[in-house]
């Protein structure tokens, strides 16, 4: 995964593009990147020498909610 800065500037952003289009339609892709983030910012708060953990982790959660809010409203027809 290519990220441009920090992977807590990448959650940032990504939490921030999520939340400004809640109730528009978004790219399958974008829905993919996002979740693919989660998935490398989870792998690096693994690493001992991570500073940033508790933020990483509060920001893969709030993104996390993003996402399954997104799918629950999807669904919910």
Do not use: F, K
Not at 44 to 62: K, V, Y
């Amino acid at each position: 995964m290519e990220l441009h800065g920090s992977i807590l500037e990448n959650l940032h952003n990504a939490l921030a593009s999520a939340r400004r289009l809640r109730g528009h339609p978004v790219y399958q892709d974008t829905l993919t990147y996002w979740r693919d983030l989660v998935q490398e910012a989870r792998r690096l708060r693994q690493d001992p020498a991570c500073t940033q953990s508790e933020a990483i982790g509060a920001a893969i959660a709030s993104l996390e909610g993003e996402l399954a809010e997104r799918n629950n409203s999807r669904h919910a027809t």
